[in-house]
């Protein structure tokens, strides 16, 4: 699995559809994980060949659970 950091949740949210849109396969759609702390947001995809991809923020400064 390869994971990327974005600017905000919804640019995660944007990143998970876009990549989906592209032809990639949902594999958890962008939330909060509170197994990885309470403003861990994060979204999961497969790319085309399979590969497991995680899209999150974490930023502290963002308000959590922003929708």
Do not use: C, W
């Amino acid at each position: 699995m390869i994971a990327f950091e974005t600017r905000s949740q919804s640019q995660a949210r944007d990143l998970h559809s876009a990549a989906l849109a592209a032809g990639g396969s949902d594999d958890g759609q962008p939330g909060f994980r509170d197994a990885y702390g309470p403003r861990f947001y994060v979204g999961f995809l497969r790319d085309p060949q399979g590969n497991k991809i995680a899209l999150f923020s974490s930023k502290p400064p963002e308000p959590g659970r922003d929708g």
